[in-house]
């Protein structure tokens, strides 16, 4: 019967601290109804329930991405990879655009994304004047990995009306060359500015997008995910579509960008919390600033090699104060993206005079990234009981860039998962993927051994352990979505959601537990993912 299934002579590692560890757990119509050994499951869920035998594997609840992208890692399936590997310099990202220039129909809109010029040989962004030279007739647009910087050709800059006399716009910036003309780099809204020509996808594009995007996390064992941004209503109507036709892959909880919405939200009766167990409004959201790489998340000191920057602010911060006692004043949750420390004080200013004017029993605020902070920040952090969201596998592919921008000493207490867990702060793990890619098991390796992809350590006191690295992916998670009594363990009354890997985890080297794959991935009892090899 669906959603009836027994998983059996395992290492289940189920969260719950009453009962850490079990051989077998058994699901009955979705829900979990028995915990222990073999036998006492067996017994508990009777004959003719199919079974998996673990062989020893480890089996955990259902993983879950707190902050990333879902229908944003669907979308990007059909744009140039540029992302460092594949390509290690701007030449190899010049051909490859220039083999998708040559199977567009001219006019047609070149998007290339991941890119990290840090990473680069050339150590530099690409420009205009790079992807002239590929056509004239294409417009094109190459995304950081960041999402928050974009490069465009001569042609797009045309479309988009941007020239040497085009302004700064607010919470933007256009990089230019020694004679004032644009170089092609462009800086969160002015990067936006030409986004948005290329323009939207239509409905069916999106809802295909998410059944792509939403297996792909299915592959890592991910069960369920926050969608860090709901800009337009095509969007929520996308994913209500996806729901209605049973093609959603995984629970998503909907993070609202309000710049524009928030009224027509509060006038409808829409808050956090409103749908169900597989589609559900999150917190509100805004952006306070931008990224590291990008030299625009907003720091109190300036970025190494720079004359003086401190980064951008997206909206003037008593404007977003305002937003925040607003939405908070309305019930919802918040979730502030917040990446540089003078973000991050701002942003707590905001949460504690909303919730100083308006007092709530329990509200749950959330910094998304909360990326560069120091102790006195996680103290205050944990008085308030705001909810970090760090990218756990972040400085696994970003650590050079952030030593290069920052220097050591202010990574001090990045993404400081020891720190958090000293302070009692409940920490959701992250990937903000497509940003980098959607896979968990990187996020645990890097919460484990706080070393980048060529093995450079950062801070390692902030490493922690598997058990804890697991909680951040599967308790924490759903505590940030104030669903701890639904998922994030695996005991009786709770969601069947599970994810099995191919070995025994803690048989693995930390330093490799990144390569480890999923065999089986399973939502309410239904095996929704099995592996090559399972």
């Known amino acids: 019967m669906a959603g009836d299934l027994v998983l059996y002579n395992g290492s289940i590692l189920t969260m719950d601290r009453q009962n850490p560890r079990v051989s077998a757990i058994g699901i009955r119509q979705g829900r979990i109804v028995a915990t222990g050994s073999d036998e006492e499951v067996r017994h508990s869920t009777g004959p003719g329930v199919e079974a998996i035998d673990l062989r020893g594997r480890t089996a955990t609840p259902g993983l879950n991405d707190a902050h990333s992208h879902p229908m944003a890692v669907g979308l990007a399936l059909a744009d140039v990879d540029i992302a460092n590997p594949p390509c290690s310099s701007i030449a190899e990202i010049v051909e490859s655009i220039r083999k998708k220039v040559a199977v567009t129909n001219r006019g047609g809109w070149i998007v290339g994304r991941g890119y990290d010029q840090g990473r680069l040989a050339d150590r530099r962004h690409p420009t205009r004047h790079d992807l002239d030279a590929i056509s004239p007739d294409h417009p094109m647009l190459l995304i950081r990995a960041c999402h928050h910087i974009g490069v465009a050709n001569s042609a797009a800059l045309r479309i988009a009306g941007v020239d040497r006399n085009t302004p700064d716009p607010e919470g933007g910036s256009i990089d230019r060359d020694a004679s004032g003309d644009p170089t092609g780099v462009l800086r969160e809204t002015a990067y936006e500015s030409v986004r948005a020509n290329v323009g939207q996808p239509g409905r069916e594009q999106m809802v295909e997008a998410l059944r792509l995007g939403g297996s792909a996390f299915l592959a890592t064992g991910v069960t369920s995910t926050a969608e860090a941004g709901i800009f337009r209503a095509e969007e929520l109507a996308a994913y209500q579509a996806a729901w209605q036709q049973n093609i959603l892959p995984v629970r998503t909880y909907l993070m609202m960008i309000i710049d524009v919405s928030l009224e027509s939200l509060i006038s409808l009766g829409i808050r956090t919390g409103f749908g169900n167990d597989?589609?559900?409004?999150?917190?509100?959201?805004?952006?306070?600033?931008?990224?590291?790489?990008?030299?625009?998340?907003?720091?109190?000191?300036?970025?190494?090699?720079?004359?003086?920057?401190?980064?951008?602010?997206?909206?003037?911060?008593?404007?977003?104060?305002?937003?925040?006692?607003?939405?908070?004043?309305?019930?919802?949750?918040?979730?502030?993206?917040?990446?540089?420390?003078?973000a991050i004080d701002v942003i707590l200013d905001g949460y504690e005079e909303a919730q100083r004017a308006y007092p709530r029993p329990d509200p749950r605020h959330r910094i998304e990234h909360c990326s560069i902070v120091d102790e006195a920040t996680i103290q205050r952090i944990a008085s308030l009981g705001v909810i970090p969201i760090p990218g756990t596998s972040f400085l696994h592919y970003f650590r050079e860039s952030y030593v290069r921008n920052l220097g050591m000493k202010r990574l001090r207490h990045a993404y400081g998962m020891a720190t958090f867990q000293r302070y009692g702060i409940?920490?959701?793990?992250?990937?903000?993927?497509?940003?980098?890619?959607?896979?968990?098991?990187?996020?645990?390796?890097?919460?484990?051994?706080?070393?980048?992809?060529?093995?450079?350590?950062?801070?390692?006191?902030?490493?922690?352990?598997?058990?804890?690295?697991?909680?951040?992916?599967?308790?924490?998670?759903?505590?940030?979505?104030?669903?701890?009594?639904?998922?994030?363990?695996?005991?009786?009354?709770?969601?069947?959601?599970?994810?099995?890997?191919?070995?025994?985890?803690?048989?693995?080297?930390?330093?490799?537990?990144?390569?480890?794959?999923?065999?089986?991935?399973?939502?309410?009892?239904d095996v929704v993912y099995s592996g090559p090899a399972s």
Do not use: C
């Open 278 to 342: 597989r589609l559900r409004i999150g917190p509100a959201k805004l952006f306070s600033d931008g990224s590291i790489g990008g030299h625009t998340a907003r720091m109190r000191d300036p970025y190494l090699g720079t004359d003086g920057s401190v980064g951008l602010w997206m909206q003037d911060p008593q404007e977003m104060k305002a937003r925040i006692l607003q939405a908070h004043r309305a019930g919802f949750q918040l979730g502030i993206h917040a990446i540089g420390d003078a």
């Open 426 to 525: 409940v920490a959701a793990a992250s990937t903000d993927a497509p940003v980098v890619p959607v896979s968990a098991t990187t996020g645990l390796q890097t919460m484990m051994t706080r070393r980048d992809i060529s093995g450079e350590a950062v801070w390692p006191e902030e490493a922690i352990s598997l058990q804890d690295a697991l909680r951040a992916y599967t308790v924490n998670g759903a505590y940030a979505s104030f669903e701890e009594s639904l998922k994030g363990t695996l005991a009786p009354g709770m969601l069947g959601d599970v994810a099995v890997f191919e070995t025994d985890l803690e048989q693995v080297p930390s330093d490799e537990i990144g390569k480890t794959k999923i065999d089986h991935t399973i939502l309410e009892g």
